[in-house]
């Protein structure tokens, strides 16, 4: 596994994660992996497997008539 070297943390910022970290009985080193894990980005294939999910359980509205488009505008 890779390992990542990060300076000048403030000390208020690396406390709260310390007492996280002992609220949920793991070290703090444990506590800033799940951290980055819980918060990395999604791959290209997660996004179109969660824009798939979310499309499938979404029911297309009717189309609009002219009326209401021309409301809209106003």
Do not use: H, W
């Amino acid at each position: 596994m890779a390992q990542v070297l990060i300076r000048n943390i403030p000390d208020e910022t690396l406390n709260v994660y310390r007492e996280r970290a002992k609220r949920n009985g793991i070290s703090l080193e444990q506590e800033i992996r799940n951290l980055l894990e819980r918060n990395r980005p999604y791959t290209p294939e997660e996004r179109v497997a969660v824009s798939e999910y979310f499309l499938a359980r979404t029911k297309p509205s009717p189309p609009l008539t002219l009326d209401e488009i021309r409301e809209g505008l106003e």
